[in-house]
C-alpha cells in the first residue's frame, strides 16, 4: 500500500480482509528488526516472485511516478525491478484524467506495453460527472486474466463473431423473436479475445456484458446484423456465426400498436441468410464457420445445412437436451466438418469455447500446406479432400 491508500484504508483492515501479508514501506516492515537486510531487499523478491503487478486504482501520481521512473517507495520501486506485465486501473478526478500531463504519462505507459484498463464515466468522489471512475472490478479482473492466460495462438487474426438472437418489430412494442441468450457467442469473443485475436462481436439483444475489449457492433435486427456482418468482412479472417438469426419477419409493420380485436394472421417474408452471402463473398483463407441449434435428427440436418450453407464447420447444438444450449451456462455440441463429426463433452459454454476455437484452427493447418507449393502431391490430395 502506498501512503494515499493509506489514508483511504489501514493496513490492517486490508490484511484482515485479503489474509495476506501487507507491505507498506521500502525500508522496515514493522515489527522487523532495522537492521535486518532481507527487509532491505524485499520489493526485489516481491518484483520477482510476481505473476502480475495491478495497480487498482491507480493515481494521477503513481502513473508520473511509472512514465517517469521515479522510485521512491515500494510500489514505484518494485514497478522498475519486476518484469511481470503490469496492469494499471486509474481512478481519479475527470480534469486530473483528461490532463495533457496525465494523458501524456498514459501513452508513455501504454507505449511500454503497461495494460491500462480504462476508467469508467460516471459519478465521481469529488461530485462530478465525467471519467475517471475507477473501472468494475470485472473489467480489471478480465484484463488480468487475459494478460496471465495469453495463448497469443490467435494473434494476427481478426475474428467476426455473431450472438443473441435478432428481433423483428410488428408494432413498436412488439417483436418476433427466439430463446438465444447470447452466452456461447459472447463466451467465443471472449476465448477469441484472451487468445490474442482482434475481436468483432456483431451483437443481437442480449442481457449479457461485452468481454473486455472486444469490439461490439449492437444490432437488432437481421437486416441490421447482414449489413454489419458484410460491413466488415473485408478485415475478418475468421467468421462464426453464432447468432440465431430469425429466419422471417413479418412483411409489414404496424406503425402503431396493435389492438386485439379477435383472430390475427401475421404474413411473413423470409429474411436474408447472412451466412450464405459470407460464404459467397469469402475471401481465400477466410475461414468460416456457422451454428445450428436443432431438435431432432440432428447429425443429418446439421450434415445438410453445412453442404447447403458451404460453411468449413457448423456447430451442433441438440437443443432437446436437458440442462444444456438456451440460456444455460453449459453446453455440449458436435464440432462438424466435411469429413470429421467431433463430440465436443458437456462443458460450460466458456471451456467449450476454447474446445471450439482449437477445432477451428485444426481447419486452418492443412489449408496452409494446400496453400504450399513445396510438395506438390499433398496439395493436390488434402485439395481433393476439399
Ligand atoms: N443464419 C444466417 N442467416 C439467417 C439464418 C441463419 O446467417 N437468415 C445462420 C445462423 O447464424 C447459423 C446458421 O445460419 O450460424 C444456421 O442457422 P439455422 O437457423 O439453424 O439455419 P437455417 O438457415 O434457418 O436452416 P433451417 O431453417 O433449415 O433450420
Redesign the pocket.
Known amino acids: 500500500m502506498t501512503a494515499a491508500a493509506q489514508q483511504f484504508i489501514a493496513p490492517l483492515t486490508f490484511a484482515a480482509l485479503t489474509g495476506h501479508k501487507v507491505i507498506t514501506d521500502l525500508w522496515t516492515p514493522e515489527g522487523s528488526d532495522p537492521g535486518d537486510a532481507s527487509s532491505a531487499i524485499e520489493h526485489i523478491d516481491a518484483a520477482q516472485s510476481t505473476d502480475a503487478l495491478v495497480v487498482a486504482p491507480a493515481t494521477a501520481d503513481i502513473l508520473a511516478k511509472f512514465a517517469h521512473g521515479i522510485a521512491d517507495d515500494f510500489l514505484t520501486t518494485m514497478y522498475l525491478a519486476t518484469t511481470a506485465p503490469v496492469i494499471v486501473a486509474p481512478a481519479m478526478n475527470a480534469n486530473m484524467w483528461n490532463h495533457a500531463a496525465t494523458q501524456a504519462n498514459l501513452e508513455i505507459l501504454a507505449n511500454r506495453h503497461v495494460r491500462i484498463v480504462a476508467p469508467e464515466s460516471g459519478y465521481l468522489a469529488c461530485g462530478m460527472v465525467g471519467a475517471g471512475r475507477l473501472a468494475e472490478n470485472r473489467g480489471i479482473v478480465d484484463t488480468v486474466l487475459s494478460v496471465l492466460l495469453h495463448r497469443n495462438d490467435l494473434a494476427g487474426e481478426t475474428v467476426l463473431i455473431?450472438a443473441g438472437g435478432t428481433r423483428e418489430a410488428l408494432d413498436p412494442v412488439r417483436f418476433l423473436g427466439n430463446r438465444s441468450s447470447g452466452k456461447m457467442g459472447y463466451a467465443m469473443a471472449e476465448a477469441a479475445q484472451r487468445r490474442g485475436a482482434r475481436v468483432i462481436l456483431v451483437s443481437a439483444p442480449t442481457a449479457l456484458r461485452a468481454p473486455a475489449n472486444v469490439e461490439v457492433v449492437p444490432v437488432v435486427t437481421?437486416q441490421q446484423m447482414r449489413d454489419a456482418v458484410l460491413g466488415r468482412l473485408d478485415q475478418a479472417s475468421i467468421v462464426i456465426?453464432?447468432?440465431?438469426?430469425?429466419?422471417y419477419r413479418p412483411r409489414s409493420q404496424a406503425d402503431q400498436k396493435m389492438r386485439r380485436k379477435g383472430p390475427l394472421t401475421l404474413e411473413l417474408e423470409p429474411?436474408?441468410?447472412?451466412?450464405?452471402a459470407?460464404v459467397e463473398q469469402r475471401r481465400p483463407g477466410m475461414l468460416v464457420v456457422?451454428?445450428?441449434?436443432?431438435t431432432e435428427d440432428v447429425l443429418a440436418?446439421g450434415r445438410d445445412?453445412l453442404l447447403r450453407?458451404g460453411a468449413d464447420a457448423?456447430v451442433l447444438n441438440d437443443v432437446s437436451r436437458e440442462g444444456v444450449g438456451f440460456d444455460s451456462d453449459r453446453n455440449a455440441v458436435t464440432f462438424l466438418t466435411r469429413d470429421r463429426a467431433i463430440e465436443l463433452p458437456e462443458l460450460t459454454k466458456r471451456e467449450l469455447a476454447d474446445q471450439i476455437l482449437d477445432e477451428i484452427l485444426t481447419l486452418r493447418s492443412p489449408r496452409k500446406e494446400v496453400l504450399s507449393e513445396s510438395d506438390p502431391d499433398l496439395s493436390m490430395s488434402l485439395g481433393e479432400q476439399g
Open positions: 455473431t437481421t456465426k453464432a447468432a440465431a438469426v430469425a429466419d429474411t436474408e441468410d447472412i451466412l450464405a459470407v456457422g451454428f445450428a441449434a436443432e440436418h445445412k450453407k457448423i
